[in-house]
């Protein structure tokens, strides 16, 4: 059974500082791993994605990655702002399209 | 931890058919609940919010009319997929809030194939 870890639970950084997040996974027959954006109150805003025969994906200042052989995969946001607070998700997808998220971990950037 | 439930897990339907699919928050009451929608190899995107007793707000490119979301209690939601075609098969998944909680609580998903 697929299991999603993620650490940091929670993240507070000032302004200006690059982070990783981290999320690691049990099950290495990962179809693709995908991390999410939270904002309280609101829907997941999809980040970015990465299948299984990829080793990472950037888009902007985040940058993921993913090793399957250690079951790891890492969200590095460059150059944090304040608006980047928010809890991130990340989650494990099977080949029938089921995801099992990681409880996220919340991101407090201050200015 | 809170549980949320869909129903039902998996659905076949001829297309021109409707399929009502349900989202229920088993222990807790969801002042509002979200829809998200899976195609093949790419990510889930958000559908349509749903608070309770309002209508939906609907993402671009999401349509209202295809796409009927009721809200009617704080224990359940329901996606009705009116004239499913073909290109709606995916899969289909809901979350849940519950009142002054930041927490998502996510449904196991609908697999949706219109033959």
């Known amino acids: 059974k697929q299991e999603v870890t993620q650490i940091p639970a929670a993240l507070s950084v000032p302004e200006g500082e690059n982070l990783v997040l981290n999320c690691s996974f049990t099950?290495?027959?990962?179809?693709?791993l995908q991390w999410f954006r939270q904002d309280p109150g609101k829907g997941l805003t999809s980040l970015l994605l990465?299948?299984?025969?990829?080793r990472e994906q950037t888009s902007g200042r985040l940058n993921a990655s993913l090793d399957k052989s250690s079951g790891r995969s890492t969200l590095y946001i460059a150059a944090s702002q304040p608006g980047d607070s928010a809890t991130y998700l990340c989650?494990?997808?099977?080949?029938?399209?089921?995801?099992?998220f990681g409880k996220g971990t919340k991101l407090s950037v201050k200015p | 931890g809170a549980v949320v439930s869909q129903h039902p897990s998996r659905v076949i339907c001829k297309s021109g058919t409707s399929v009502k699919i349900e989202c229920r928050s088993l222990?807790?009451?969801?002042?509002?609940m979200f829809w998200y929608r899976q195609f093949p190899k790419q990510s889930l995107m958000l559908m349509a919010t749903s608070n309770e007793g309002s209508k939906a707000t609907y993402e671009q490119g999401v349509e209202k009319d295809k796409f009927l979301i009721n809200h009617a209690s704080l224990t359940l939601s329901t996606l009705t997929v009116t004239s499913a075609h073909p290109e709606d098969s995916s899969f289909y998944i809901c979350s849940a809030l519950a009142r002054d909680q930041e927490t998502q609580y996510f449904g196991p998903g609908t697999r949706l194939l219109v033959l």
């Open positions: 989650a494990g997808g099977g080949s029938q399209g089921n995801l099992i």
């Open positions: 099950d290495s027959a990962i179809y693709n």
């Open positions: 222990d807790f009451q969801a002042t509002t």
């Open positions: 990465i299948q299984s025969s990829q």
